[in-house]
């Protein structure tokens, strides 16, 4: 995966919104902050701080 790659959180979460729109079409259940620790099991802390960043409000 790219967003793996990334140097950056922010640059990780610009890859991963797509992703996040989509399941929350799909599945038509809430993502959100409070649903990060329910994404999968052993994901890192950095991987789950790319999500945060990505349900974050995108600035200008």
């Known amino acids: ?3 793996l790659e990334d140097p950056d959180v922010r640059q990780g979460a610009t ?6 729109a ?3 079409e799909q599945r038509r259940q809430p ?3 409070s649903t990060v ?4 099991d ?3 802390t950095v991987l789950e ?9 995108r600035s200008a």
């Not at 620790?37 to 999968?40: H, P, S």
């Not at 790319?50 to 409000?57: K, N, R």
């Open 22 to 24: 989509h399941q929350h």
């Open 49 to 57: 701080a790319v999500h945060l960043a990505a349900l974050a409000p």
């Open 31 to 33: 993502v959100s902050a």
């Open 42 to 44: 052993g994901v890192s």
């Open 15 to 20: 890859l991963v919104r797509p992703i996040l």
């Open 1 to 3: 995966m790219e967003v």
């Open 37 to 40: 620790e329910d994404w999968g």
